[in-house]
């Protein structure tokens, strides 16, 4: 079974910068869509950013212009940079893939993804 392992979280000040790591143990990774889904405490699960495997992109409205999600698929692995941090940007962060062959397409809805890792935390604050 596929297994996704996120890294890269911790304490930032607001404005400040990090980058969250997604590994995937599958070996046709080149392949997979993924995508980075956020949730803070009491709210539920959020839609941040996809990369499809042809490498098309999108983003949340309110993580556009500060985050960027980017692939390098001989590593296996999907970053997302993340700068001007906010406060609100506070929560953990997931990433999810699903197998789309070679595709433009980003799935969006949390219930189209097939794996989820176990999440990193990312807080925000001064």
């Known amino acids: 079974q596929v297994q996704l392992l996120e890294s890269g979280g911790g304490l930032v000040q607001p404005g400040g910068s990090l980058r969250l790591s997604c590994n995937s143990s599958?070996?046709?990774?080149?392949?997979?869509?993924v995508g980075w889904y956020r949730q803070a405490p009491g709210m539920q699960r959020e839609y941040v950013a996809g990369?499809?495997?042809?490498?098309?992109?999108n983003y949340a409205d309110s993580v556009k212009g500060r985050f960027t999600i980017t692939r390098d698929n001989t590593k296996n692995t999907v970053y997302l940079q993340m700068n001007s941090l906010k406060p609100e940007d506070t929560a953990v962060y997931y990433c999810?893939?699903?197998?789309?062959?070679?595709?433009?397409?980003?799935?969006?809805?949390?219930?189209?993804?097939?794996?989820w890792g176990q999440g990193t935390q990312v807080t925000v604050s001064s």
């Open positions: 990369i499809s495997s042809r490498g098309r992109t």
């Open positions: 599958g070996s046709i990774f080149r392949f997979y869509a």
């Open positions: 999810a893939s699903k197998v789309t062959g070679d595709s433009l397409y980003v799935p969006m809805a949390i219930s189209e993804w097939s794996q």
